[in-house]
């Protein structure tokens, strides 16, 4: 199994409050990603990295942002979270390099109450 | 829009039979397609791959067949098993763009 790490594995916030996600590697792939899944909506971008300090948006960016100052790590932060930024998020990793596959974390489990 | 549609959200198969997963695209520049599958409370693991170039990818008991012209893959489970039901994911890239967009899932449970 690639080495990736998701942390906290769950959490429960208020509305309003800042939350940061960590994602952590040990494969020293290139790309990181950060996705949410909902029922209905399968998986859904919201921002990715080619590098450090190299980030983009994906589809669903807005109310997020993301830093990656190392290789390793990649950060999802809500600067003030929202009921409808409960979800569960996913970290992914890959080497473009080698693969077009990607390598996912076990989750986190957010709710914003 | 979705630019990768899986219309079926649930399947039941008994075990043994064979599973058909079927994806659709709209977009004619994805040249590369994969499938992920994902059991509850774990994150998704890759399962196959198919690059536009061929119309067929066999890995075991799994094939992915791709339809350019009609802009559709569908994943082949045979013998299907208990250990099978996960929700599959349908994913496609393009032009080494390295950046997939996912279909909606579509759950998958195999009866004893």
């Known amino acids: 199994d690639a080495g990736i790490t998701q942390s906290p594995r769950h959490k429960v916030t208020e509305t309003g409050t800042p939350v940061t996600l960590r994602c952590h590697q040990t494969?020293?792939?290139?790309?990181m990603y950060w996705y949410r899944q909902d029922p209905g909506h399968g998986l859904r971008l919201i921002h990715y990295?080619?590098?450090?300090?190299?980030?983009d948006k994906g589809e669903v960016s807005d109310g997020y942002s993301v830093s990656r100052s190392k290789t390793e790590d990649f950060l999802l932060t809500l600067e003030s979270a929202t009921s409808s930024q409960t979800s569960v998020y996913f970290c992914?990793?890959?080497?473009?390099?080698?693969?077009?596959?990607?390598?996912f974390g076990p989750g986190t489990r957010l709710t914003v109450t | 829009d979705q630019q990768v549609k899986q219309n079926s959200p649930s399947l039941s198969v008994q075990e043994g039979r064979i599973s058909i997963l079927n994806c659709d695209y709209t977009n004619s520049m994805f040249d590369y397609f994969l499938w992920y599958k994902k059991y509850p409370a774990e994150g998704p693991t890759f399962l196959i791959s198919?690059?536009?170039?061929?119309d067929k990818n066999e890995d075991g008991r799994f094939t992915v067949f791709l339809n350019k012209s009609a802009k559709h893959l569908s994943l082949h489970i045979v013998p299907s098993q208990p250990g099978d039901s996960a929700v599959y994911f349908c994913?496609?890239?393009?032009?080494?763009?390295?950046?997939?967009?996912f279909g909606r899932g579509t759950s998958l449970i195999v009866h004893p």
């Open positions: 994913a496609a890239e393009s032009g080494g763009s390295y950046i997939p967009t």
């Open positions: 990295s080619y590098g450090v300090k190299d980030t």
């Open positions: 992914a990793i890959s080497d473009p390099e080698s693969s077009y596959e990607q390598y």
């Open positions: 494969e020293n792939h290139r790309y």
């Open positions: 198919i690059s536009s170039i061929k």
